[in-house]
């Protein structure tokens, strides 16, 4: 199947600055990809859509402004959280997939942010 | 809006008994529906879906349109079946609406 990485796998920062987690297709090319936030012992939520050379969509209640996605080639997309707050404490995961997948979803091992 | 609900959080059982996770969905449309698992420190993977209607490690899935539900069974359960499993939705073939989970315990 194909395969998804990210990087990095765990990340802590200091409250207020900035940190960049990287979602790559190892082995075919992701027009579109998704982010989602896991809390502990939760589900999984999407928070956007990523697609190739345009502008990510991002979910009802998802602030824009601070959760940065960027997805300039076929193989990677980035989330970039600004200003990072404990709140923003999270379970990372992203994942490809679409119609070229039959609508399955090839998931990324996560990130886990720490903020402190 | 879609939505989806597993009832159980939680589920154990004893080996070679059988297994029912649960899922209902709710959506206007005709949904596709799948099954992801998640194995101690693995990552999400796709165990099976809707329209394939395919048994995977002995899992089978069966949309139930008047019931709006798509629970997952297995006759005998296995030790190596345990973890975490997801039921989702998609209405168009790309954002995902999953359920919070069940994890699933088999017991030796």
């Known amino acids: 199947g194909a395969v998804v990485s990210q990087h990095p796998s765990w990340v802590i920062c200091k409250s207020g600055t900035s940190v960049k987690i990287e979602c790559r297709s190892l082995d075919f090319q992701a027009t579109t990809m998704f982010w989602y936030r896991q809390f502990p012992k939760q589900s999984l939520m999407l928070m956007a859509t990523?697609?190739?050379?345009?502008?990510?969509?991002?979910e009802q209640g998802v602030e824009k402004d601070k959760f940065l996605i960027n997805h300039a080639s076929l193989t990677l997309s980035t989330l970039t959280v600004t200003s990072a707050h404990p709140e923003d404490s999270s379970f990372y995961i992203c994942?490809?997939?679409?119609?070229?997948?039959?609508?399955?979803?090839?998931f990324g091992p996560g990130t886990r942010l720490t903020v402190l | 809006a879609q939505r989806v609900t597993q009832p159980e959080k939680l589920l154990s059982v004893f080996k070679g008994a059988p297994v029912e996770l649960k899922c209902n969905y709710s959506?206007?449309?005709?949904?596709?529906l799948f099954w992801y698992v998640q194995y101690s420190r693995q990552r999400l993977q796709l165990l099976l879906r809707?329209?394939s209607r395919e048994s995977i490690k002995g899992f089978t899935a069966d949309l139930n349109k008047g019931e709006t539900s798509f629970h997952l069974k297995k006759p005998f359960a296995q030790e190596e079946d345990s973890a975490m499993y997801y039921c989702?939705?998609?209405?168009?073939?790309?954002?995902?609406?999953f359920g919070e989970g069940t994890q699933l315990t088999v017991n030796p």
């Open positions: 994942s490809a997939g679409g119609i070229w997948s039959y609508n399955e979803q090839f």
């Open positions: 809707h329209i």
């Open positions: 959506y206007s449309g005709s949904p596709e």
């Open positions: 990523s697609n190739e050379g345009s502008k990510a969509t991002y």
């Open positions: 989702a939705l998609t209405p168009s073939g790309s954002r995902l609406t």
